[in-house]
């Protein structure tokens, strides 16, 4: 309506719905989580650091049929800033298996919640600074925190009924 509506070509201004509809998904499915954008104020390329979580699971099914669901294989992790910083990746190589941690030359197994949890980003519990204020002014302060600088960057979800073929070595 009005100035949201859509213009035309040769017909003007028009109501419409605009979005996109998925026909099928692929049996590895990627998605890019995008922490990178130009900040108009700032005239500069910043980095996202907002909490996003992600499960191990989805279930596509309502977005196209037959989509099914999908289980977490790997995440890509970006540590640093827009300027600089370092890419690993958290691997699960079996279906149902543990995960590892792939950081350059260095392979060593890893938790779910390290792989997982603890790259949904947000913000971590910063030092006190004990000596700056009396012990009955740090009661009624928020405790500080920082952006945490390592986050998920990439998800890469293997849809179910493929996953033992597409994992089979």
């Known amino acids: ?10 017909h003007g201004k028009q109501r419409a719905k605009k979005g996109i509809r998925f026909l099928t998904f692929p049996p590895v499915l990627h998605l890019q989580l995008k922490r990178f954008h130009f900040d108009l104020e700032k005239m500069d390329m910043v980095k996202l650091n907002t909490r996003f979580e992600f499960t191990n699971r989805i279930d596509l099914s309502e977005f196209a049929p037959n989509a099914g669901v999908y289980w977490l294989y790997a995440v890509v992790v970006h540590s640093g800033d827009v300027n600089s910083g370092h890419y690993y990746a958290h691997l699960r190589p079996e279906y149902e298996g ?33 000596f700056e204020l009396t012990p009955r002014e740090y009661r009624s302060k928020t405790p500080p925190t920082r952006p945490r600088i390592h986050n998920a960057y990439m998800l890469v979800y293997i849809r179910e009924d493929t996953a033992a073929q597409i994992l089979t070595p």
């Open 1 to 10: 309506e009005g100035d949201n509506a859509y213009e035309a070509e040769g």
């Open 98 to 130: 543990s995960w590892i941690k792939f950081d350059d030359d260095t392979v060593t197994p890893c938790s779910e919640f390290a792989a997982v949890n603890d790259n949904f980003a947000g913000s971590d519990l910063h030092v006190w600074q004990y």
